[in-house]
């Protein structure tokens, strides 16, 4: 779907090298001369697997069927009560000398108008469709999300703006108060639609690893674009809410302050705003919860119960590792509630530890080496090495913080006894153990270095 109708019209009338000779054929349905005379405008969407069914389902006729479709025309997606494509003509024709205001409106509803119709094109050309392919429709639902309720608010957003779009006067017309209204529609629609997207994308490019659906886009879409767009779709959403917001702003700036949408626009702004840090906060939660996905599949010996709701990731990096006989170069991996390491493979890691904040904490050993610092645990203790003074920091800023924001959650429950554990000793290598610790005595032949923790009584 392109901006508005009429440019849809046009393409197809400027360049017919671009349609089959099937969909040549019903061109004239949409001719200049009969354009006037049609009741409701509508989308002319191309059916490239075959005729349409009354219901508007894909038809099961083969590609290469030309009899079907030399009986039927491509598929219509009708939008009920789509206002005249002619709306820019119109109020030009009304107002003559058009105010920035009654532009920028201009311009809020054709994006609004294209961006229904992509909803529409997402929902009706590939959703549904692939929910009826069994080949295809095994992880359907985590591709689209809610994409189904985006449409719904949309389309009840698109019939709003008609209205005032189709009564439009420079002079007491608002959209303030429209953004102020469906403010917390759209951000309640559009939460849920941010938090999949980023494992949208990641569920659709492994989908589009598969035998099954590469056959199915291939039967369904013809060209080399068709892994791209239903990518292109799926992203609308991300950026609509952004385009909202600045079309608002430049709205707002051009309304004179006694113009009676002017303090309409600056509640209609604030509102907006509000939803877009809530989006985007939901879109950053989204992709912190797909990448401890990433991670855990990133293992060999995947751990099992680990993607969990409140576990965030942070960071990761390499550290080199204190180990008894050498110094080892360790992948780890951060998250709100614990911290992992593992050894590096050729494309992925083996898990070594699972070691949580609850009972960990940091002792800087700068003194030994200036990059060094020591991880305490019940689990096991051991000594780490930075490639530098700022990344050692760095891990020891963001497990500090992540510690007490456990700590703090922790508290508010009551649960304090759970601070209450041992930890286990630092492993000392065996080239820095010289003598025992206990008799101070050295090491020999006959005095063999054993590693173990005192048990002191109080």
């Known amino acids: 779907a392109e901006a508005s109708v009429n440019q849809i019209f046009d393409q197809m009338e400027e360049t017919p090298p671009r349609l089959s000779s099937q969909e040549r054929a019903f061109v004239p ?11 409701h405008r509508t989308l002319i969407i191309g059916n490239r697997r075959g005729a349409t069914g009354g ?12 009899a ?27 107002f003559p000398e058009m105010d920035y205001r009654c532009k920028v409106a201009i311009e809020v509803f054709e994006t ?47 019939a709003c703006l008609s209205h005032i779009m189709d009564n439009w006067s420079p002079e007491t017309s608002c959209l303030g108060t429209f953004f102020s209204q469906f403010g917390p529609l759209i951000q309640q629609s559009y939460t849920r639609y941010m938090e999949n997207y980023p494992h949208a994308i990641a569920v659709l490019r492994k989908a589009e690893k598969s035998t099954a659906f590469a056959a199915w886009m291939a039967e369904f879409l013809e060209g080399s674009t068709r892994r791209t767009v239903l990518r292109n779709l799926l992203i609308t959403p991300v950026q609509r809410i952004p385009r909202y917001n600045l079309l608002m702003t430049d709205m707002f700036r051009h309304t004179p302050d006694t113009h009676v949408d002017h ?27 797909q990448k401890v996905k990433d991670v855990r599949d990133g293992f060999v010996n995947k751990p099992s119960g680990f993607v969990i709701p409140h576990r965030v990731f942070i960071r990761e990096g390499l550290l080199k590792k204190i180990c008894r006989k050498s110094v080892k170069v360790r992948a780890f991996f951060l998250f709100s509630d614990i911290l992992i390491y593992g050894s590096q493979m050729t494309n992925r890691y083996l898990l070594h530890q699972i070691l ?49 924001l456990w ?3 922790v508290l508010k429950l009551g ?23 206990i008799c101070d005595e050295p090491f020999g032949f006959v005095r063999r270095r054993v590693q173990f923790q005192l048990e002191y009584s109080t």
């Open 55 to 66: 219901d508007g389902e894909l038809g099961t006729s083969p590609p290469g069927d030309t």
């Open 112 to 158: 609004e108008q294209t961006y229904v119709a992509n909803l529409l094109q997402m929902v009706r050309d590939f959703l549904v469709p692939l929910r009826k392919e069994p080949r295809t429709n095994k992880n359907i639902e985590k591709i689209f999300g809610n994409v189904e309720e985006v449409y719904e608010c949309n389309k009840t957003m698109f």
């Open 68 to 94: 079907a479709l030399s009986t039927s025309p491509p598929k219509t997606l009708q939008m009920e009560n789509l206002p005249e494509p002619t709306l820019r003509s119109r109020l030009m024709e009304q």
């Open 263 to 289: 303090v309409m626009l600056e509640q209609g702004l604030k509102v907006m705003e509000e939803v877009a840090h809530v989006v985007n906060d939901a879109i950053d939660l989204g992709e912190h919860r």
């Open 415 to 437: 649960l304090t006894s759970i601070f209450d554990n041992k930890e286990a000793p630092v492993w000392i290598p065996d080239s820095q153990a010289i003598k025992c610790g």
């Open 29 to 39: 349905m949409v001719s200049p001369g009969n354009r006037a005379s049609m009741s």
């Open 356 to 404: 949580s904040l609850k009972h960990l904490r940091l002792i800087d050993t700068a003194q030994e080496d200036p990059n060094s610092f020591q991880i305490v645990t019940p689990t096991k203790s051991f000594t780490v090495v930075a490639n530098s003074i700022s990344n050692k920091v760095e891990w020891m800023l963001d497990i500090t913080r992540n510690i007490q």
């Open 407 to 409: 700590k703090e959650k």
